[in-house]
């Protein structure tokens, strides 16, 4: 089992910053993609941003030039900085680890999700 614990949630104005942080613990072996998703009230979990073990990553259209994902592989945690928030951001942020377990088959983990609240 991998457990994801996730800080830096907060209320931040339009216009602001904040930084993600999750760090991964216990059968951490194998895991190669990390990441960010969010949930909205009523709308669907959806990707912000992944990075694989060697430092590619992946951004959403929609925080591309704002948000910036990265990855420290010695303390197994990810990052994610968030600048100029606008009130759209408002979600609850999900930590994912991705473990190979063979066969080609991978499972995920989440974290439990820090709020970000964007005021205008």
């Known amino acids: 089992q991998v457990q994801l614990v996730e800080s830096g949630g907060g209320l931040v104005q339009a216009g602001g910053s904040l930084r993600l942080s999750c760090a991964a613990s216990g059968s951490i072996f194998s895991i190669n993609v990390m990441g960010w998703y969010r949930q909205a009230p009523g709308k669907q979990r959806e990707l912000v941003a992944g990075?694989?073990?060697?430092?590619?990553?992946i951004y959403a259209d929609s925080v591309k030039g704002r948000f910036t994902i990265s990855r420290d592989n010695a303390k197994d945690t990810v990052y994610l900085q968030m600048n100029r928030l606008k009130p759209e951001d408002t979600a609850v942020y999900y930590c994912?680890?991705?473990?190979?377990?063979?066969?080609?088959?991978?499972?995920?983990?989440w974290g439990q999700g820090t709020q970000v609240t964007v005021s205008s």
């Open positions: 990075v694989t073990s060697g430092g590619a990553t």
């Open positions: 994912h680890a991705d473990q190979s377990i063979g066969l080609g088959q991978i499972h995920r983990f």
